[in-house]
């Protein structure tokens, strides 16, 4: 059963999803007119003014700076790590370069996921927000059937499972590297993110904005002082990528059995994995975002793709391949057993054995803030699916702490395995929605447009379908 899931789920990422990722993404780029390029520094500066102005929102909802902090806790975790490096692995060093390459066009993809979700967003009785692809595919494509079923499998696959696979990586991660107990390292780790989920919405935005840049920020330092101390190999190393992406045969890959297609394949999936661009999960935490109109929260969730692999994921590959962590001589198919201990003994090269301490504490900063991201985004399927009954919350809450102390107990690479089955089977849905949703992404953004040539923001409104009509100046 274990291999059919293995089977499954690499044909699904590796083929199916593969293509289909990439071609939203380059489809709403076209059809948005490349808004990586005009977007994401303008919107960077507003969020940095507006975390400078600190202002309060009312309960039930999120700043904009807590949406995407909220986001990156999902987006970085084991994957920006140990994804990675298996990608360099299995693909060589010209996975880098794919990997870049399809986030620059899931920036576009994101930003539609991000606008649709603050549009079909709902008020729950107690005066939350709540939102995402189970909600626009139900509201806004008006099939109730693909939305419960993309309901399902990203509550199994990020709420679930997901949670196991992350529980696994944290108590794994403080045993081998500080000796802890794995009883009490996960006993701790139930602990904390039950003091953080009991505590609501309003809790879990407020550990995500404090936690979140710290651990991002701390970890991309690790990395440039590694780069700066190896800086001599900067330009060989880029040249390699570059090299790699388009001639493996150049660097060895050819004896060694890595192609084109593998470089591709590997560095793609990994990077859409890691990003989670067009999953459907990041959606969750910006429709709850309060803003003047939904296309500036498209453009905030740009900005968390950039943190999420530009930053990221591209540090983790650098040091990897600048220290020379990455050995061409070592065949693929052996290297990619050993991607954790690769990232790790880049970081011991760097530091010493401070290093290896340092990445057990980065991966499980990683790891714990994407268990409180996940748990999120499956909460707000619970509330579509059950009407937003409380019983039905409350003993989801309590199902999650029970999966984090079952993780722990079983084969990291067998719940690797049926969680990138579920997250496969979960972005198919959203990947519908969003290609026959994304003309009003299209008008969502020329209306942000003309609502700023003319000096003001207001709220748009769907019902009349407008991206089929002229709208009319007020």
């Not at 606008?115 to 139900?138: D, H, K, M, N």
């Not at 760097?350 to 991201?373: E, H, K, Q, R, Y």
Request: charged share 10%; hydrophobic share 50%; net charge positive.
């Amino acid at each position: 059963m274990i291999n059919f899931i293995r089977i499954l789920g690499g044909f699904l990422w590796d083929y199916i999803l593969l293509f289909a990722l990439m071609g939203v993404g380059i489809y709403m780029t076209i059809l948005l007119r490349f808004p990586q390029f005009t977007r994401v520094i303008p919107a960077l500066k507003k969020l940095i003014v507006e975390i400078k102005e600190n202002k309060p929102v009312e309960s039930g909802r999120m700043t904009p700076f807590q949406s995407l902090a909220t986001a990156v806790a999902a987006q970085v975790g084991t994957g920006n790590i140990v994804g990675v490096a298996s990608a360099i692995a299995a693909g060589g060093p010209g996975a880098a370069f794919w990997m870049i390459f399809s986030a620059f066009f899931g920036m576009s993809t994101i930003f539609s996921e991000a606008v649709l979700s603050q549009v079909y967003r709902r008020t729950t009785e107690s005066g939350e927000l709540c939102g995402g692809p189970a909600y626009y595919i139900q509201d806004g494509l008006n099939n109730k059937l693909l939305s419960y079923l993309f309901a399902v499998f990203t509550i199994l696959a990020l709420g679930l499972v997901g949670i196991m696979v992350q529980s696994n990586a944290v108590v794994g991660s403080l045993s081998e590297s500080f000796g802890f107990p794995k009883p009490w390292a996960t006993i701790g780790l139930m602990v904390i993110v039950g003091i953080v989920l009991t505590g609501g919405m309003n809790r879990i935005a407020g550990f995500s904005e404090k936690v979140v840049p710290v651990m991002a920020g701390i970890y991309i330092l690790g990395c440039f002082i590694i780069i700066i101390i190896n800086i001599r190999y900067l330009i060989p190393t880029l040249q390699i990528i570059v090299s790699g992406a388009f001639s493996p045969q150049a660097i060895g890959g050819g004896v060694l059995g890595i192609t084109v297609q593998q470089a591709i394949r590997f560095g793609i999936a990994r990077g859409l994995f890691s990003n989670e661009a067009g999953m459907g999960s990041t959606p969750h935490s910006h429709a709850v975002a309060h803003t003047d109109h939904p296309a500036e929260q498209g453009f905030i969730a740009m900005i968390g793709v950039f943190i999420s692999t530009f930053l990221i994921c591209t540090s983790t590959a650098m040091i990897n391949l600048m220290t020379g962590s990455y050995n061409p001589g070592i065949p693929a198919s052996e290297m990619a057993k050993n991607a954790t201990l690769m990232t790790q003994d880049a970081f011991v090269k760097g530091f010493g054995t401070f290093g290896g301490a340092f990445l057990s504490v980065s991966l499980t900063s990683f790891a714990l803030t994407t268990i409180v991201g996940w748990y999120f985004f499956a909460e707000s399927n619970v509330k579509l699916i059950f009407n937003n009954r409380k019983p039905f919350i409350v003993g989801y809450k309590i199902i999650a702490l029970v999966f984090i102390v079952l993780g722990p107990m079983i084969d990291g690479d067998v719940v690797w395995s049926i969680s990138d089955l579920f997250t496969g089977l979960m972005a198919l849905p959203n990947i519908i929605a969003l290609i026959f949703l994304a003309k009003e992404s299209q008008w969502l953004l020329k209306d942000y447009d003309r609502c700023v040539q003319n000096g003001y923001l207001e709220w748009p409104d769907l019902k009349a379908k407008p991206w089929k009509t002229k709208r009319e100046k007020n």
